[in-house]
């Protein structure tokens, strides 16, 4: 059974920093793409970072270009998204996922698997 569990998540001001954490289980994490996600209140779920799970290529949403930066742990099976000069808009329930294929994207729909979410709120 496949676990993913999101941690980090909270309230911060405006300009402040926060680091989450994906821990997973009951697969080869270091065999799959795996990507954060977060949807707020009203919005539909949009792509912030994924990261293959072989050659170090990262993609980034524009929104977050420059203050986000995703890395991973295959040795811990971890999942990280450090997350600097946090702006309002970035207030939003924080998911991470597994891809269920190896064509590295930002499309939520390819991904098959999901935490429950951590959240952040980020006040001005």
């Known amino acids: 059974q496949v676990l993913l569990v999101e941690s980090g998540g909270g309230l911060v001001q405006a300009g402040g920093s926060l680091r989450l954490s994906c821990t997973a289980s009951?697969?080869?994490?270091?065999?799959?793409?795996m990507g954060w996600f977060r949807q707020a209140p009203g919005k539909e779920r949009e792509g912030v970072s994924c990261?293959?799970?072989?050659?170090?290529?990262?993609y980034y949403a524009d929104s977050v270009k420059g203050r986000f930066t995703i890395s991973r742990d295959n040795a811990k099976n971890t999942l990280y998204l450090q997350m600097n000069s946090l702006e309002p808009e970035d207030t939003a329930m924080y998911y991470c996922?597994?891809?269920?294929?190896?064509?590295?994207?930002?499309?939520?729909?390819?991904?098959?698997?999901w935490g429950q979410g951590t959240q952040v709120t980020v006040s001005s």
């Open positions: 996922a597994k891809a269920w294929n190896w064509d590295l994207t930002l499309n939520p729909n390819k991904y098959n698997y």
């Open positions: 009951g697969l080869r994490f270091d065999a799959y793409d």
């Open positions: 990261i293959s799970y072989s050659d170090g290529r990262i």
